[in-house]
């Protein structure tokens, strides 16, 4: 084996080092090696599990939170209470149309009338029926997403949620071993301090 700095040991040919020598029994493993071996498994493995557990409860929650929405928001006809401004400019294409916020007003749960503002096509005249989305309270909400849009908002959620809980454990074990690392090193300047002399009277002599 070629030594190439503390704790770095190559194989014959200057091969990489076997992964798992950490654990295998060599009288020149010293105690630090162990304990950073340790640090490191355990940050993996809290990685890994903090990841999944994290990333699979927060898509759920967001999954079960869209189906909610889309089993409690409904729609309801509401009128126009005013005219929609006229398009800006002549559309690029028939196919698209301006759409510009305009105060509606709809029948709330308990028939009360509800006012607020929605986004219609420009140009709208007065008293113009629409179909706005209403909460169980009858206030007003966004279309509720469909399955597949849930299905992929639940798994950008629960990925970004995984991806953050991991990197938790995985920079605290990487500081860990940084600072085994630098007390490695001290030691061996020492450990070299106290040598080198007696390795320089047997060259002398």
């Given at each position: 084996?070629?030594?190439r700095?503390?704790?770095?040991?190559?194989?014959?040919?200057?091969?990489?080092?076997?992964?798992?020598?950490?654990?295998?029994?060599?009288?020149?493993?010293?105690?630090?090696?162990?304990?950073?071996?340790?640090?490191?498994?355990?940050?993996?493995?809290?990685?890994?599990?903090?990841?999944?557990?994290?990333?699979?409860?927060?898509?759920?929650?967001?999954?079960?939170?869209?189906?909610?929405?889309?089993?409690?928001?409904?729609?309801?006809?509401?009128?126009?209470?005013?005219?929609?401004?006229?398009?800006?400019?002549?559309?690029?294409?028939p196919?698209?149309?301006?759409?510009?916020?305009?105060?509606?007003?709809?029948?709330?749960?308990?028939?009360?009338?509800?006012?607020?503002?929605?986004?219609?096509?420009?140009?709208?005249?007065?008293?113009?029926?629409?179909?706005?989305?209403?909460?169980?309270?009858?206030?007003?909400?966004?279309?509720?997403?469909?399955?597949?849009?849930?299905?992929?908002?639940?798994?950008?959620?629960?990925?970004?949620?995984?991806?953050?809980?991991?990197?938790i454990?995985?920079?605290?074990?990487?500081?860990?071993?940084?600072?085994?690392?630098?007390?490695?090193?001290?030691?061996?300047?020492?450990?070299?301090a106290?040598?080198?002399?007696?390795?320089?009277?047997?060259?002398?002599?």
């Open positions: 084996m070629a030594f700095g503390p704790g770095m040991w190559l194989g014959r040919g200057g091969r990489p080092p076997v992964l798992l020598w950490r654990w295998r029994r060599n009288p020149l493993k010293r105690r630090s090696d162990v304990v950073e071996a340790w640090v490191l498994l355990g940050a993996w493995t809290f990685a890994v599990c903090a990841g999944v557990l994290a990333g699979w409860a927060a898509a759920s929650s967001m999954e079960r939170g869209l189906a909610r929405e889309r089993a409690e928001w409904h729609t309801v006809e509401g009128t126009l209470t005013e005219s929609a401004p006229p398009p800006a400019a002549e559309p690029e294409s196919a698209r149309t301006e759409h510009l916020w305009t105060r509606v007003t709809w029948p709330g749960p308990d028939g009360t009338p509800r006012t607020g503002q929605v986004r219609v096509a420009a140009g709208s005249p007065a008293g113009t029926h629409v179909d706005v989305w209403t909460d169980a309270r009858g206030r007003l909400v966004t279309e509720p997403t469909t399955p597949a849009q849930a299905r992929l908002r639940s798994t950008l959620v629960g990925t970004l949620a995984g991806a953050t809980s991991a990197a454990p995985f920079v605290t074990g990487r500081l860990l071993r940084g600072r085994l690392e630098r007390r490695r090193v001290e030691q061996w300047g020492v450990e070299w106290r040598f080198d002399p007696l390795w320089g009277r047997r060259q002398t002599g």
